[in-house]
């Protein structure tokens, strides 16, 4: 599978600050952005999605941010709390609308998020 | 709603041990997946089902072997730990396949320890 690269593997924010983290993907076949959150102990959680069709999404605190032809995405959140103190994965994968999407999601490395009180 | 359930939560295996991870859905979703997360390295597919007795291998199916009877279980078999197979295991399932709308729910995983 074609690598999705993650950066940063770490990041500390104050409350209120804008986390951002950004990702890259190799595979043009990729038509789905997910981004997942994973609290300690827990299994990982769709947070928010997009298709490159779009620029920008948002869903409350969180924006997903995509440049196609860079072949890059990134999560925004805005007006940080420490409870979104968490670990954060991108991922891309194939739709079931181009006709794939069976053998997964190629997952970024993580990126671990602290957001100071 | 029960979701993804995973047992056990923790093990710890000596070298050359065999165990099963157990894994169940409730949701009648067709696919099923396992990963492993290493720590900085993400989640890694070890394999997939799409349906009851159809399986298939993903990024790093050496050491393991998979089932699906029913729609609901689909369990992972490790038949010699292996050091290199300290991990923790997540099971997931989507209503299809992994696209644009669909949503993968993960189980909370399976710590496991081979010493």
């Known amino acids: 599978q074609q690598q999705v690269k993650q950066s940063p593997q770490s990041l500390i924010v104050q409350k209120g600050g804008i986390p951002i983290i950004n990702c890259a993907y190799e595979?043009?076949?990729?038509?789905?952005f997910p981004w997942y959150q994973q609290f300690p102990g827990k299994g990982p959680a769709l947070l928010i999605a997009i298709r490159p069709d779009v620029s920008e999404k948002k869903e409350g605190r969180f924006t997903i941010s995509f440049n196609k032809s860079a072949k890059q995405f990134s999560l925004h959140i805005m007006d940080s709390q420490p409870g979104d103190s968490a670990t954060y994965f991108c991922?891309?994968?194939?739709?079931?609308?181009?006709?794939?999407?069976?053998?997964?999601?190629?997952f970024g490395k993580g990126t671990h998020l602290i957001i100071q009180p | 709603n029960a979701g993804v359930t995973q047992t056990p939560k923790f093990r710890i295996l000596k070298i050359g041990q065999s165990m099963t991870l157990q894994c169940t859905q409730d949701?009648?979703?067709?696919?099923m997946y396992w990963y492993r997360q290493d720590p900085g390295m993400g989640l890694k597919l070890i394999y997939y089902?799409?349906?009851?007795?159809?399986?298939d291998k993903g990024e790093v199916p050496n050491g393991y072997n998979v089932s699906r009877s029913t729609t609901e279980d689909f369990p992972l078999r490790l038949e010699l730990a292996a050091p290199s197979q300290t991990s923790v295991y997540f099971c997931?399932?989507?209503?299809?396949?992994?696209?644009?709308?669909?949503?993968?729910?993960f189980g909370q995983g399976t710590r496991l320890t081979v010493v």
């Open positions: 089902s799409v349906g009851a007795g159809i399986t």
């Open positions: 949701m009648n979703h067709n696919y």
């Open positions: 991922a891309g994968g194939v739709g079931e609308y181009s006709g794939g999407g069976a053998d997964g999601l190629t």
């Open positions: 997931a399932s989507t209503r299809t396949g992994l696209g644009s709308t669909t949503e993968a729910f």
């Open positions: 595979n043009t076949a990729f038509d789905y």
